[in-house]
T-cell receptor, first 112, second 120 residues
Framework: NAGVTQTPKFQVLKTGQSMTLQCAQD?????MSWYRQDPGMGLRLIHY???????DQGEVPNGYNVSRSTTEDFPLRLLSAAPSQTSVYFC???????????FGQGTRLTVV | AQTVTQSQPEMSVQEAETVTLSCTYD???????LFWYKQPPSRQMILVIR??????QNATENRFSVNFQKAAKSFSLKISDSQLGDTAMYFC?????????????????FGQGTILTVHP
């Protein structure tokens, strides 16, 4: 059971570089989301998707783009990395609208 | 907007003893869900327990139980017979009831987290 798979697990970027954090789930879940975890702030929602072709902004969307071309994949793009985006990023999925989220193992991103 | 507050940044407990982690929340919603997630040093987020707001009975999962006080907007987690493997960061989370078929989504709002250390 792979569950929710995030790649890479660690990444260092220079300011201004771009990259994509990958997220894939094999549970046929409709709902997927991205959170960032910062010390003292818990996890905050960046973007979410309620199905293929449908995405929307969460609490902290600035500087991030997403797309959902398939049910399985939900990549998060940083177009021009900034030090403020240094964080741990989590992808999550859930099979119904009112059920708990299953999380990936996270990506620790450092922007220097 | 919903807010979730965990007022205890750190807690410690001796192995085999009981500890209670506090969580309060603020919402104008009547239908919602509350969760406790555990994050061990591996960083994995693990669901510990879930409570539906419409249920008066407190949820239990083995050594884990909650004290859900809807009027007071309080949702504490009690860990009985603490084990070394319980050492982790614990997050309280709120989710408003969502409606399937539309763009509504059960977004999670998290508290700041409580670091729990279990000592041998």
């Amino acid at each position: 059971n792979a569950g929710v798979t995030q790649t890479p697990k660690f990444q260092v970027l220079k300011t201004g570089q771009s990259m994509t954090l990958q997220c894939a789930q094999d549970m046929n879940h409709e709902y997927m989301s991205w959170y960032r975890q910062d010390p003292g702030m818990g996890l905050r929602l960046i973007h979410y998707s309620v199905g293929a072709g449908i995405t929307d902004q969460g609490e902290v969307p600035n500087g991030y783009n997403v797309s959902r071309s398939t049910t399985e994949d939900f990549p998060l793009r940083l177009l021009s990395a900034a030090p403020s985006q240094t964080s741990v990023y989590f992808c999550a999925s859930s099979y119904e609208v009112n059920t708990e989220a299953f999380f990936g193992q996270g990506t620790r991103l450092t922007v220097v | 907007a919903q807010t979730v507050t965990q007022s205890q940044p750190e807690m410690s407990v001796q192995e085999a003893e009981t500890v209670t982690l506090s969580c309060t929340y603020d919402t104008s919603e009547n239908n919602y869900y509350l969760f406790w997630y555990k994050q061990p040093p591996s960083r994995q987020m693990i669901l510990v327990i879930r409570q539906e707001a419409y249920k008066q009975q407190n949820a239990t999962e083995n050594r884990f139980s909650v004290n859900f006080q809807k009027a007071a907007k309080s949702f504490s987690l009690k860990i009985s017979d603490s084990q070394l493997g319980d050492t982790a960061m614990y997050f309280c989370a709120f989710m408003k009831h969502g409606h399937a078929g539309g763009t509504s989504y059960g977004k999670l709002t998290f508290g700041q987290g409580t670091i729990l250390t279990v000592h041998p």
